[in-house]
């Protein structure tokens, strides 16, 4: 029962880091070793069976904002414990791949082992780099139909010539890291995409409308997001027709949430406003935004956040079948 860690995307110019954290338990995966070493075919078939066959796993996001502000470091901890957190059976021991104890300001740190070439090593490891590996990727590829003309799908965020050739003719997007050194220069430039991780802003306490308190609770409802792992892509995408709260992915599968606000808990739960009808308009939008982005080869999923009070708070989550 040994806890793995790896890490894919500390280098490339765009894109989420992101942590994989496996127990593999009593499964016997044939084949496992460092991701890089593998054919995308077989990453892809390994991938399977080691979502299907081990005992746990967990995936860790940080994206590229979260990266600018934090820095590489904080960003490689809190991804990594974003990860363990979704590790929920009992473990003997955690072998970090590396030299670097992510956990170490944790109170897992004492029990983590780091080991340099771990992914080739250690089966459990081999499997959290496998599927971090496939994530991001699958992640990038989603991009690719988002940003025509970066070709996300093929360099997956590295610094190639493509890379930088497409970002000298088209500008930065959302996705590239602007605390990395060949993309400072850019740091000036405004997207036209709003990022979605943004830290929730402290507000006064006093003269606060409604409205900004619900803004808000959108905020802290796309942390509450992140924090299980999901990598948000959209915030209020809106068309003449509908407009979802929240896009985002975790794994192979898209997420669509509406966030429901009200103020005090004794107004009502916020899922009560979620009727038939809105069901209906949430799956329409839902299938236009997959149609208008041409995302094909994904799960949908609905989801609805109950948020309340004035920090606001999560007061329930839930994924709809």
């Known amino acids: 029962m040994i806890l793995g860690i790896d890490e894919v995307g500390r280098g490339p110019w765009a894109g989420p880091l992101v942590i994989g954290a496996v127990v593999l338990g009593g499964a016997q995966i044939d084949g496992l070793t460092d991701s890089k070493k593998l054919s995308k075919k077989r990453r892809d078939e390994l991938d399977v069976l080691i979502r299907e066959q081990a005992a746990a796993y967990g995936l860790g996001w940080v994206s590229a904002t979260e990266i600018d502000e934090i820095g590489l470091s904080a960003a490689l901890r809190l991804a990594t414990r974003r990860a363990v957190e979704q590790v929920t059976v009992a473990y003997h021991e955690i072998i970090i791949d ?19 070439k771990a992914d080739l090593l250690i089966p459990s490891v081999s499997a959290a780099s496998i599927i971090a590996k496939v994530a991001r990727d699958t992640y990038m590829v ?114 669509f949430t509406e966030v429901k606000y009200r103020k005090q808990a004794n107004q009502g739960g916020g899922l009560a406003a979620i009727t038939r009808k809105k069901l209906n308009q949430m799956n329409f939008a839902a299938k236009l935004y997959v149609q208008t982005n041409k995302i094909t080869n994904t799960n949908l999923l609905l989801a609805v956040i109950s948020m309340t009070g004035n920090s606001p708070d999560v007061e329930e989550y839930i994924e709809l079948s």
């Open 142 to 255: 989603a991009q690719d139909e988002l940003y025509e003309g970066y070709k996300f799908a093929s360099h997956v965020g590295y610094g190639t010539a493509v890379h930088r050739a497409a970002i000298e003719k088209y500008g930065v997007t959302p996705l590239h890291r602007l605390s990395f050194a060949p993309l400072q220069k850019y740091k000036s430039v405004t997207s036209t995409k709003i990022d979605l991780t943004t830290t929730l802003s402290t507000a006064s306490s006093t003269g606060e409308t409604t409205k900004k308190i619900g803004d808000r609770a959108e905020d802290e409802a796309a942390n509450h997001l992140v924090r299980l792992g999901h990598e948000v892509l959209e915030r209020n995408w809106k068309t003449k027709y509908c407009e979802i709260d929240i896009v985002s992915i975790k794994g192979d599968t898209l997420y």
């Open 98 to 116: 590396g030299t670097i104890n992510f956990l170490a300001d944790t109170n897992k740190g004492e029990y983590v082992t780091t080991m340099k």
